[in-house]
Nanobody, 123 residues
């Protein structure tokens, strides 16, 4: 499966953005999906994940209550709604797909990665 993430940009602190990740192929619903981010000089970290059906989600503590992951299997797309953005949310955001349907918080469990989209939050 090929993934294309988009929707990043420059936003002021307190603002909102919605990231999208479009997947190719007919088996999108077979994959759990995750969002990760990587800030300059830091390791890639888990942000949020969702099961193949969308029935189960998990968010990192750092974004809980501010970010929401969702998916639309009919559109082969997963979303990350980001509200109340903070400067520390500045990073390149990556979407990833994990075959098997169950989500994971580990980067090593994901089989496919998108190219990333940059989110910059100004103070």
């Amino acid at each position: 499966v090929q993934l294309q993430a988009y929707g990043g940009g420059l936003v002021q602190a307190g603002g909102s953005l919605r990231l999208s990740c479009a997947a190719s192929g007919r088996t999108f619903s077979s994959y759990a999906m995750g969002w990760f981010r990587q800030a300059p000089g830091k390791e890639r970290e888990f942000v949020a994940a969702i099961s193949w059906s969308g029935g189960s989600t998990y968010h990192a503590d750092s974004v809980k209550g501010r970010f929401t992951i969702s998916r639309d299997n009919a559109k082969n797309t997963v979303y990350l709604q980001m509200n109340s953005l903070k400067p520390e949310d500045t990073a390149v955001y990556y979407c990833a797909a994990r075959l098997g349907g169950r989500y994971s918080t580990s980067i090593y469990d994901y089989n496919y990665w998108g190219q990333g989209t940059l989110v910059t939050v100004s103070s």
